[in-house]
């Protein structure tokens, strides 16, 4: 995975539990490389998308943020391209 790339999450994530929708699909913003090798992520970085409208969630200060996922819990995808 690269950044730039669209990525659908394997289970839905709540940025805020019970408070907000879910989302299914990200961008990645960077790749934490696991001992230096990049070709075995540790953590992938992602904005959260909605594939649909491609609006990029907000949190309540208005930032775009960013989250963290395993890269077994994320799938490449050409959902929005």
């Not at 659908?8 to 790749?31: M, T």
């Amino acid at each position: 995975m690269e950044v730039g790339d669209w990525v659908r999450l394997k289970q839905p994530f709540y940025p805020l539990p019970g408070h907000s929708p879910a989302y299914q699909y990200g961008i990645v913003e960077g790749v934490v490389a696991s001992g230096g090798d990049i070709r075995a992520p540790a953590e992938i970085l992602l904005k959260l998308v909605d594939p649909k409208s491609h609006s990029i969630y907000t949190d309540k200060t208005g930032a775009r943020a960013l989250y963290s996922f395993y890269p077994e819990e994320v799938e490449a995808t050409e959902a929005s391209q």
